[in-house]
């Protein structure tokens, strides 16, 4: 079956790019899958085609951050020296942001999208994993609350289009130094 789609791109990719603008304008839980069709000149039925649900393409439009993610903790972790894993993530997750920062954001701002990634052990795993670079592998209350700050404010950082105005550089170096303030006490010594 080939769908007709308004625009450029596969039928797969025209319902994505949809359905991310769409769970950025309105949430996921107030975008339908008529909304999707609507927005790219297709039929519910044409949609369903390429997708089986809505978590379906919700996945497929947070699996970029998430393989970005995945990507930037696997290089960390291979690095030796403690000091550097902890820079590594550190840039790599300000990297995140200002590459993906509204899907990223969408990762723990959308209740949605929050639940159904808690619900999925390997994304579990893989914050595990991030975290335990930033703040250690048994982090203390003060640590975890610094790592909830600072996530928050890349995420709101991430999700907000003001941003966007600002040159990357700038945007990457200033989000690096605050981070780094928050997150510095954690910082291995070695």
């Known amino acids: 079956m080939t769908v007709q789609t308004k625009g450029g791109g596969t039928p797969r990719t025209r319902v994505i790019a949809a ?10 839980h107030a975008t339908s899958l008529q909304m999707i069709a609507d927005r790219i000149g297709v039929t519910k039925a044409a949609v369903y085609f390429q997708f089986r649900s809505k978590n379906e393409i919700v996945r497929a439009v947070i699996a970029p951050a998430i393989a970005r993610i995945t990507e930037m903790v696997t290089i960390a972790e291979a690095e030796e020296s403690a000091v550097r894993r902890f820079d590594m993530a550190l840039d790599g997750l300000v990297g995140v942001v200002i590459e993906q920062g509204e ?47 600072a996530g928050g404010g890349l995420m709101a950082v991430g999700s907000d289009p003001t941003w966007k105005r600002l040159h990357a550089d700038e945007l990457r170096r200033t989000l690096r130094e605050t981070v780094h303030r928050v997150l510095g006490p954690y910082r291995p010594l070695d």
């Open 19 to 28: 359905a991310e603008t769409l769970f950025l304008e309105r949430g996921v």
């Open 103 to 149: 899907v990223a954001a969408m990762l723990r701002l959308d209740a949605e999208v929050s639940e159904m990634v808690e619900d999925d052990s390997d994304f579990r795993s893989l914050m595990a994993r991030l975290d335990g670079l930033l703040v250690g592998p048994e982090p203390s209350q003060d640590a975890k609350v610094a790592l909830a700050l």
